[in-house]
């Protein structure tokens, strides 16, 4: 397929720092951080003006999941704004919490890893063909899956050293290219809970079910970095490509999954050997370069309409050449692991001391806290060490304008909906106005930014709005 559309879901990480007494759980800082969503939509699960689902589960890691986009640049944007978003929920509680006498920090991290030592996700979501036949799809694509953590991790300190037992080294602690490698554990399955496989394969496509399928990837590790997102997705997306368009491609096809993405997330080197279904092994380098020697010949002969295709294609191979050499110099701007392992590396260097250091552990931490004045990544951004993809003004405005496909009609519906004050409901692929049956629509296509049946709704909507305007967000 030419066309894709890519989405993602992003859990934080919460905590609550209070300046003195005043100590919340993450359940409760969580509450407070969602009190404008509820006062705003009376729910904490609503849909926004850009399209995308701001959500608070039972427990505690808000979920940001964005609107459908049809470009990598636009999931970058959309990505970012959800970012933005939470962190001005957070700079709205902390002030709420301030009048209410506990002073103290609102801390979101876009991270993987609590520090009780429980995971949570950042869920990839791909349209595909109906036509592709998913059990070789999941073939082929799971050593990709896999191995493609040397080049989009986003890397973890352990300071008690590798967890798996063979490689348990307890002195000096370590490093790690994946955050979520340790927490899954078998290639594919429907329960997202329980087994930990990388790939979900609950059959909800949010679009027309005879055309499309909708993949949904629950291995990898969320990106601070604009341009590690964007290889992550870009990467993908070719290799997709090609499992649909029937390349032959070599049979890597591995013995334990689940295995081999620990092995690989704590070997640096990338040549330690993971043991394939049919008896032979391979390292990870190995693995990564024959995707991407196919994915360049594949490209080669049948071109990509995306723009962002060879910047993708440069990055990988230097981000695999990186690991080769065992010098990062030529991608710490650009790669999540390498960013934070480089800061890491001059602490480690100032301290004396080791991934062992639970200061060290700290920074790895302070790294994803998602506050632009606080948080690490920021810090090196505004240092020049960390590339930005997109302009911070295209990221605002991403915050409260859908990209254009499917979500653009929801955004508009949402927005004149409130402006008319009128109790609606909504989701990916349906637009109702509660009591209203002729206000309401179902949009199968996820491509289509236009319905001209929805936008007479808008329409509708608006004229009968009184003219104050509504607030697009929860109030920031
Ligand atoms: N047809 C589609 N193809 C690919 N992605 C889609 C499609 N429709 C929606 N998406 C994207 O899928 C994601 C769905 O997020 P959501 O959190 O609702 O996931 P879910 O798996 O349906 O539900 P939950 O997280 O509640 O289990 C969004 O990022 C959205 O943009
Ligand atoms: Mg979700």
């Known amino acids: 397929m030419q066309r894709r559309i890519f989405g993602i879901e992003t859990e934080f990480g919460i905590r609550f720092a209070p300046r003195g007494l005043g100590q919340l759980s993450p359940e409760e800082a969580a509450r407070v951080l969602f009190r404008p969503v509820v006062a705003w939509g009376r729910s904490s699960n609503v849909f926004l003006n850009n399209g995308a689902r701001l959500y608070l589960d039972v427990g505690s890691h808000p979920e940001y999941a964005t609107a459908e986009c049809a470009s990598l640049t636009d ?23 301030a009048l209410r006498g506990t002073e103290g920090r609102m801390h979101l991290f876009k991270n993987n890893v609590d520090s009780a030592g429980h995971s949570f996700g950042s869920h990839e979501n791909y349209l595909l063909s109906r036509r592709a036949e998913f059990s070789r799809l999941v073939r082929f694509l799971v050593p990709f899956l896999v191995s493609r953590q040397l080049v989009v991790g986003a890397g973890r300190v352990h300071p008690a050293g590798c967890p798996t037992a063979e490689a348990m080294t307890l002195e000096g602690g370590s490093y790690s290219f994946s955050q979520r490698a340790d927490y899954v554990w078998e290639a594919a399955s429907a329960a997202t809970t329980r087994s930990r496989p990388l790939i979900n394969t609950r059959d909800e496509p949010h679009a027309d079910a005879s055309q499309y399928r909708r993949l949904h ?21 070719v290799v997709l490509r090609m499992i649909e368009d029937r390349v032959r491609l070599p049979d890597l096809e591995l013995k334990n999954p689940g ?218």
């Not at 295209?394 to 929801?410: C, D, F, K, Y």
């Open 75 to 97: 999931l970058v944007r959309q990505d970012k704004a959800g970012e933005r978003l939470f962190e001005d929920l957070a700079e709205q509680a902390e002030d709420h919490l």
């Open 217 to 237: 990837v629950i291995v990898g590790d969320s990106n601070m970095s604009e341009t590690t997102l964007l290889a992550r997705a870009g990467m993908t997306d």
């Open 259 to 476: 295995m081999a993405l620990r092995a690989i997330s704590h070997d640096s080197s990338g040549r330690g050997a993971v043991e394939l279904a049919d008896g032979r092994s391979i390292g990870a380098l190995d693995l990564q370069r024959e995707f991407l020697a196919s994915a360049r010949a594949h490209l080669e002969k049948e071109g990509s309409p995306r723009p962002e295709m060879p910047y993708v294609m440069d990055l990988w191979e230097r981000t695999l050449d990186a690991v080769e050499s065992g010098d990062a110099s030529g991608i710490d701007t650009e790669i999540d692991w390498a960013i934070k392992k480089k800061l890491l590396d001059g602490a480690i260097a100032r301290g004396r001391t080791d991934f062992s250091d639970p200061k060290i552990a700290q920074l790895d931490l302070a790294y994803h806290d998602i506050n632009q004045h606080r948080g690490l990544f920021y810090l090196l951004q505004r240092k020049g060490r960390a590339r930005q993809w997109v302009q911070e003004s295209e990221i605002r405005t991403a915050t409260e304008q859908a990209p254009p496909t499917r979500a653009a009609l929801r955004g508009g519906f949402v927005d004149a909906a409130r402006r008319a004050g009128l109790d609606h409901t909504v989701d990916w692929v349906h637009l109702k106005v509660n009591q209203h049956p002729g206000l309401s629509h179902t949009c199968q296509d996820p491509f289509a930014a236009q319905d001209p049946a929805v936008e007479e709704s808008i329409r509708q909507m608006l004229a009968s709005a009184p003219s104050v305007p509504g607030s697009a967000m929860p109030p920031v």
